[in-house]
């Protein structure tokens, strides 16, 4: 079958869900490729690609998709090479276009430390299977950039997960950390987790915690999920958004 996407990675995967098949599981060839930017920006030339599978169980959803030949003839006879060919092509472009996701978070950064003063070193690894761009930040004054309670490291995530969506078809979530701050961060919020259910127990009251991010909240709410004698639960508004940890038998009282 056929289909069109800004990217190849795009009109792949709409090949993929709709055959009900996985990428290894298929041949690919390029028809038409996408007019593709520095940094990742498609003009108006959709990209469009034919996906063959390798191999088709009776009942699957890529048998009902894909047309099979009842004679087969010399025209319709698998030449590998040029399969292969077809293929790392396709490849080809996935790549360029995780190296364009990369360029554009590693340009955005630069510009942003540069107008800092500081001596930063950016290394990027994006993981295409899950669309998320990890980003480490390393130089000799990290504490700049994470910032009180992690408060600027979470701010330059958040603009740099702006600037490089801006540049692609579909949502890659950017990571972006320094020095294994976001484990340690994590830790001390799974100890403060404990450490306040405990005090709920004990005085045989609520604990209201600190305002905090989205990311940190869902720590503490995992971090207590299962407890038998608390249950939590976030109440006000960003960025004033903050975790209660309260007795279960009061639980019917609703968040």
């Known amino acids: 079958m056929e289909a069109k996407g800004k990217t190849v990675s795009e009109a792949l995967r709409k090949a993929l869900k709709v055959l009900g098949l996985t990428e290894d599981q298929v041949d690919v060839k390029v028809v038409q490729k996408p007019e593709f930017g520095v940094l990742g920006i ?7 690609v034919e996906v063959t599978p390798k191999n088709v169980e009776a009942g699957s959803p890529a048998e009902e998709a894909a ?3 009842e004679t087969p003839t010399a025209d319709a006879e698998v030449d590998i090479s040029e399969a292969a060919a077809d293929r790392a092509e396709a490849e080809a472009y996935l790549d360029d276009e995780a190296e364009a996701i990369q360029t554009a978070a590693k340009q955005f950064l630069k510009d942003m430390i540069t107008a800092m003063a500081l001596e930063v070193a950016v290394t990027t690894d994006y993981d295409r299977d899950s669309d998320v761009l ?4 390393a130089g000799p004054k990290m504490g700049i950039l994470i910032g009180r309670r992690g408060q600027t490291l979470d701010a330059i995530q958040y603009l740099t997960s ?9 949502y ?4 972006i950390d320094t020095e294994h701050y976001r484990e340690k961060r994590q830790g001390t919020l ?3 987790a404990y450490k306040m259910a405990d005090k709920a127990v004990r005085y045989h ?3 209201v915690l600190e305002p905090m991010n989205p990311g940190e909240r869902r720590i503490i709410h995992a971090t207590l ?3 038998e004698t608390v249950y939590t639960y976030s109440e006000g508004h960003d960025p004033y958004r903050h975790v209660v940890i309260d007795l279960k038998e009061n639980q019917d009282r609703g968040d």
């Not at 003009?43 to 469009?48: N, Q, R, S, T």
């Not at 990890?134 to 930040?137: D, F, G, K, N, T």
């Not at 702006?162 to 579909?170: G, I, Q, Y």
């Open 134 to 137: 990890h980003v480490e930040l």
């Open 190 to 192: 799974e100890h403060l």
């Open 162 to 170: 702006l600037a490089v969506n801006k540049t692609t078809d579909h």
């Open 172 to 175: 890659v979530r950017v990571l």
């Open 42 to 48: 498609f003009g108006k030339k959709e990209a469009v």
């Open 205 to 207: 009251k609520k604990m």
């Open 67 to 69: 047309v099979l030949s």
């Open 225 to 227: 999920q299962d407890s």
